[in-house]
């Protein structure tokens, strides 16, 4: 295992993952990518009644805004003695994800789960289970800390 990959979305599964990446990279000597996805965001067109919700790309603020969140990162694990680098891909889909995972030689990717319904899954979809789908090397999957309801 030459390169972790850490998937992150900057939400609060972030920390958990970095800290995943951070532990076997200092474990095992790696190098870690931090690989984010500008995503697009919704914005409500105002046309009178019906008013469509449109993905526009994000404004250059939010991408100077995220970058800076994810070079603090690196920085971060860099400080504490793991070689870290950071790529942001515009493709928000899992095929370009793993499409740059197989470029960059990941032998690990680390990802987070967020716990969402099953209507979310359907409209939306389920980032990690497709990753686990197509993956070419191994997946850690870091569950978020949101309670799961028990099945009785």
């Known amino acids: 295992m030459k390169t972790i990959v850490a998937l992150v979305d900057l939400s609060d599964l972030t920390f958990k993952v970095l ?9 095992l000597h790696r190098e870690v990518i931090i690989l984010h996805v500008l995503s697009k965001v ?5 046309v009178g009644l019906i008013s469509p919700v449109v993905m526009q790309d994000p404004s250059p603020e939010v991408v100077h805004q ?4 994810l070079f603090e990162m690196r920085d971060s694990l860099i400080k504490f003695g793991v070689k870290a680098s950071v790529e942001q891909l515009a493709d928000p889909s899992v095929a370009g994800v793993l499409a740059e995972t197989r470029r960059r030689n990941a032998d690990l990717i680390i990802l987070g789960s967020h716990h969402h319904s099953t209507f979310y899954h359907l409209l939306v979809g389920n980032v990690a ?4 789908k197509g993956a070419h090397c191994p997946v850690l999957v870091v569950p978020s800390d949101e309670d799961v309801p028990e099945k009785k």
């Open 19 to 27: 800290k995943q990446a951070h532990a076997l990279a200092t474990a």
């Open 66 to 69: 995220q970058t800076e969140q």
């Open 129 to 132: 289970a497709d990753v686990l």
């Open 42 to 46: 919704p914005v409500v067109v105002d």
